[in-house]
T-cell receptor, first 113, second 116 residues
Framework: AQSVTQLGSHVSVSEGALVLLRCNYSSSVPPYLFWYVQYPNQGLQLLLKYTSAATLVKGINGFEAEFKKSETSFHLTKPSAHMSDAAEYFCAVTQTGANNLFFGTGTRLTVIP | SAVISQKPSRDICQRGTSLTIQCQVDSQVTMMFWYRQQPGQSLTLIATANQGSEATYESGFVIDKFPISRPNLTFSTLTVSNMSPEDSSIYLC?????????????FGPGTRLTVL
């Protein structure tokens, strides 16, 4: 069975501050992990994905995430928040042989000017 | 990448009626999926749309309530039947080009459904 847990349904940061969105996964086999972003009234857009290559994954818009097997984590970070980063962020997991994604409950990021 | 369009983008429907949502992709894809996103919640997979055969439904979802068609490799429809206010959600179509877990799943813009 697979699942992801996103700690913190709401996160607020000041503009220019570090963004840290937490994701922990549960998987009986090596997982593939994804971060998606959903802007208001839009669909989901892929930020980055981990597919068992480099553990530090760089994505679009300055985001990156590090796969830590020992901690079963895949936290999303960005050094300096921008107002345009305000959105809902979803962590998702899948595995070899599966095609559908299992999503976390999402984290709403607010950026304070 | 894949460009996905959905129609309608939003609708307000009366209880007991049905709504069919269309999903169109700009190129052929291997797999198509339908997700539901209830207000303030995450995405839940409804079913995998299979070309030329019956869709594969996840636990808690049935064909009578959510009939799905996929006549070709670029198009699928989801019908929400006999609607109730609990069906008010965003319905999203997604696609995979290849049948591998590492492939990126692309999402449509969603259909925002409100049932009165």
């Amino acid at each position: 069975a697979q699942s992801v847990t996103q700690l913190g349904s709401h996160v607020s940061v000041s503009e220019g501050a570090l963004v840290l969105l937490r994701c922990n996964y549960s998987s009986s086999v090596p997982p593939y992990l994804f971060w998606y972003v959903q802007y208001p009234n839009q669909g989901l857009q892929l930020l980055l994905k981990y597919t068992s290559a480099a553990t530090l994954v760089k994505g679009i818009n300055g985001f990156e995430a590090e796969f830590k097997k020992s901690e079963t984590s895949f936290h999303l970070t960005k050094p300096s928040a921008h107002m345009s980063d305000a959105a809902e962020y979803f962590c998702a997991v899948t595995q070899t042989g599966a095609n559908n994604l299992f999503f976390g409950t999402g984290t709403r990021l607010t950026v304070i000017p | 990448s894949a460009v996905i369009s959905q129609k309608p983008s939003r609708d307000i429907c009366q209880r007991g009626t049905s709504l069919t949502i269309q999903c169109q992709v700009d190129s052929q894809v291997t797999m198509m999926f339908w997700y539901r996103q209830q207000p303030g919640q995450s995405l839940t997979l409804i079913a995998t749309a299979n070309q030329g055969s019956e869709a594969t439904y996840e636990s808690g979802f049935v064909i009578d309530k959510f009939p799905i068609s996929r006549p070709n490799l670029t198009f699928s429809t989801l019908t929400v039947s006999n609607m109730s206010p609990e069906d008010s959600s965003i319905y999203l179509c997604s696609v995979l080009r290849d049948r591998v877990a590492t492939d990126t799943q692309y999402f449509g813009p969603g259909t925002r459904l409100t049932v009165l």
